[in-house]
């Protein structure tokens, strides 16, 4: 009998992207990003990219790489550290394509391509900066309220990237933190979606059935399951580990050398995840801890 | 009764806590230090009402102290992750922030965005609009400037519009502003609200030893007083134990520069 298996390797997922595809990344600033599918980008050729994020480290490391070609954002920081500072020079050189979204507008961009309509209507960002820049139009109520609101168009993404603790092999994901952040609606709002995991079993509901609540999205909606012990690192990821802030503050500080990006790029990503894994501390990132807010 | 001996980060700490009375059953959110201990006072006295997070996903009846403690010191009422913040808190109008942006102008309209510049090619980029559109056509803000000055609150219109305001200019036609509902600025010189006509902003408190005139210096647009100016009232000793509590590595202490004493006479 065949059995549905979604497992491959992140150098596979990434070796069928084409240039120019929109796509979204799941996490929230410096919150369980899946940064080793962003590594493997970033080894990548792929270009050109649209990137959708409730944005951290992996905005300014595809920036820095060249990655991007237009940002669409609720933000970029890394929360402790609140000023992301790859993003930061790219938008102050000019020229990169963005538009800034007010973090629910994107949430509700996500919905409505989730949902497979046009726009969704809002009130937010009128009277705000944020319209122009945007471009954005209104639609007026069809009802006798008649009321002037947003249209939010809605944020398609050929592919979504998301991190999860466990996985099995038919799509199903679990994910144990306080916090699942959008991950749902980018999923949803996604053509495809890969997912990587701390640990892939074979069948989640013969292995951990009583972490069935911590099932974010429906398996229907997960194409590619890609196992990544510490994927998230440099990323938070609770219950597992905290965020690793000497490598954030080392990452930040690369940004301010002369040729910061290429040294980091070489000595950190480096040719593979194992390469990346051995210089960020291997299994010590288990240990790291988890952040108060 | 004399106030007993305070720093000026305790006052602002009082004056911020004082923005959340009488709010109901809304989200007080306090973001950056003397904020969110603001609104674990107004919680821990006048207003146990206030919901209130860990700062991360759970509800907490018990303020949680900001700074060190041990992971899970907390002891969740409730859940409010940031997929339910914007259905649950924000767009419901179930909110108070506390928030402080790098400009402020006459209609109250604020920039977390950027200055100098365009918008295509800013000459420092900052945070970025984040939350400001939505929370600000939704539901209550006040503001939090802790170096009072005419760099903050400038002349004219902000540089970039990160938040609605009372600008008539910018109220488009046929939409609903009814939600933008904007209380108090609580500064190292004073507390000001939107009182005046067309909610023009007006002086509220002068801080203990604090001019009209150094206020007015430090504004670039012109400032509503009515009569005499009250003195912002200074923390009690319950009040100064329970901010002790909240924030017990001082964290309060770094905010200003230099640490002030709350009598600046």
Same mark, same amino acid.
């Given at each position: 009998m065949t059995t549905l298996d979604k497992r491959t390797t992140a150098e596979a997922v990434v070796g069928r992207l084409r240039d120019g595809m929109t796509i979204g990344i799941g996490g929230w600033g410096p919150r369980r990003k899946p940064?080793?599918?962003?590594?493997?980008?970033?080894?990548?050729?792929?270009?050109?990219?649209?990137?959708?994020?409730?944005?951290?480290?992996?905005?300014?490391?595809?920036?820095?790489?060249?990655?991007?070609?237009?940002?669409?954002?609720g933000f970029v920081s890394l929360d402790a550290i609140p000023l992301e500072p790859y993003f930061r020079k790219a938008r102050e050189a000019g020229g990169l394509e963005v538009l800034e979204l007010d973090e629910g507008m994107l949430q509700w961009g996500l919905k409505a391509a989730a949902l497979r309509l046009p726009f969704l209507p809002t009130r937010v960002g009128l009277g705000t900066d944020v319209f122009d820049q945007g471009g954005f139009r209104t639609v007026t109520s069809p009802y006798d309220d008649g009321e002037v609101l947003l249209a939010m168009p809605?944020?398609?993404?050929?592919?979504a990237l998301i991190h999860v /603790?466990? &996985?099995?092999?038919?799509?199903?994901?679990? #994910?144990? =933190?306080? $916090?699942?952040?959008?991950?749902?609606?980018?999923?949803?709002?996604?053509?495809?979606v890969v997912v990587s995991a701390e640990e892939v079993v074979d069948r989640l509901d013969l292995s951990h059935?009583?972490?069935?609540?911590?099932?974010?999205?429906?398996?229907?909606?997960?194409?590619?399951?890609?196992?990544?012990? /510490?994927? &998230?690192?440099?990323?938070?990821?609770?219950? #597992?580990? =905290?965020? $690793?802030?000497?490598?954030?503050?080392?990452?930040?500080?690369?940004?301010?050398?002369?040729?910061?990006?290429?040294?980091?790029?070489?000595?950190m990503i480096g040719p593979d995840e194992a390469h990346y894994l051995a210089q960020a501390g291997g299994d010590a990132i288990a240990e790291l801890p988890l952040p108060i807010f | 009764m004399t106030a007993p001996d305070h720093m000026l980060s305790e006052l602002l700490i009082v004056a911020c806590s004082e923005v959340f009375r009488n709010n109901g059953e809304i989200v007080a959110t306090g973001i950056g230090p003397i904020p969110r201990v603001a609104a674990g006072l107004a919680k821990t006295t006048h207003s146990?009402?206030?919901?209130?997070?860990?700062?991360?996903?759970?509800?907490?009846?018990?303020?949680?102290?900001?700074?060190?403690?041990?992971?899970?010191?907390?002891?969740?009422?409730?859940?409010?992750?940031?997929?339910?913040y914007f259905d649950s808190a924000v767009w419901t109008g179930r909110r108070h922030a506390l928030v402080s942006p790098i400009q402020i102008d006459r209609f109250g309209q604020m920039n977390l965005s950027y200055v100098g510049g365009t918008f295509d090619k800013p000459?420092?980029?900052?945070?970025?609009?984040?939350?400001?559109?939505?929370?600000?056509?939704?539901?209550i803000n006040s503001m939090f400037v802790p170096a009072h000055s005419t760099r903050i609150f400038v002349p004219g219109?902000?540089?970039?519009?990160?938040?609605v305001g009372y600008n008539p200019a910018r109220r488009l036609k046929g939409a609903d502003f009814s939600g933008v509902d904007l209380r108090f600025i609580v500064t190292d010189l004073c507390v000001m609200d939107f009182?005046?006509?067309?909610?023009?902003?007006?002086?509220?408190?002068?801080?203990?030893?604090?001019?009209?005139?150094?206020?007015?210096?430090?504004?670039?647009?012109?400032?509503?007083?009515?009569?005499?100016?009250?003195?912002?009232?200074?923390?009690?000793?319950?009040?100064?134990?329970?901010i002790a509590r909240l924030d017990p590595h001082n964290i309060r202490a770094t905010v200003l520069k230099g640490n002030p004493p709350g009598k600046r006479s």
């Open positions: 940064m080793a599918l962003v590594r493997a980008l970033l080894r990548s050729d792929v270009k050109d990219l649209t990137v959708v994020a409730y944005g951290g480290p992996e905005v300014g490391m595809l920036l820095a790489a060249g990655k991007v070609r237009k940002l669409i954002y809605a944020v398609p993404l050929d592919l /603790h466990r &996985a099995d092999r038919m799509g199903n994901i679990q #994910a144990l =933190g306080p $916090d699942t952040y959008y991950d749902e609606w980018f999923a949803k709002a996604a053509k495809e059935p009583e972490d069935a609540r911590a099932n974010i999205v429906e398996r229907c909606f997960v194409q590619h399951v890609v196992e990544a012990r /510490h994927g &998230a690192h440099p990323t938070s990821m609770p219950p #597992a580990y =905290g965020w $690793d802030m000497p490598a954030l503050k080392a990452y930040v500080a690369s940004a301010g050398e002369a040729d910061g990006w290429a040294r980091y790029r070489t000595d | 146990p009402e206030l919901l209130m997070t860990d700062g991360e996903a759970y509800l907490v009846e018990e303020p949680v102290p900001i700074g060190p403690r041990g992971y899970d010191d907390r002891k969740p009422s409730g859940y409010l992750p940031f997929s339910r000459k420092v980029q900052m945070l970025g609009a984040r939350g400001f559109p939505g929370n600000t056509i939704h539901h219109e902000v540089q970039s519009v990160s938040s009182g005046g006509p067309d909610h023009a902003i007006r002086l509220v408190s002068l801080h203990d030893g604090v001019t009209l005139d150094q206020v007015r210096e430090a504004t670039g647009f012109d400032l509503l007083v009515d009569g005499t100016p009250p003195v912002t009232p200074a923390p009690t000793e319950e009040q100064l134990a329970i």
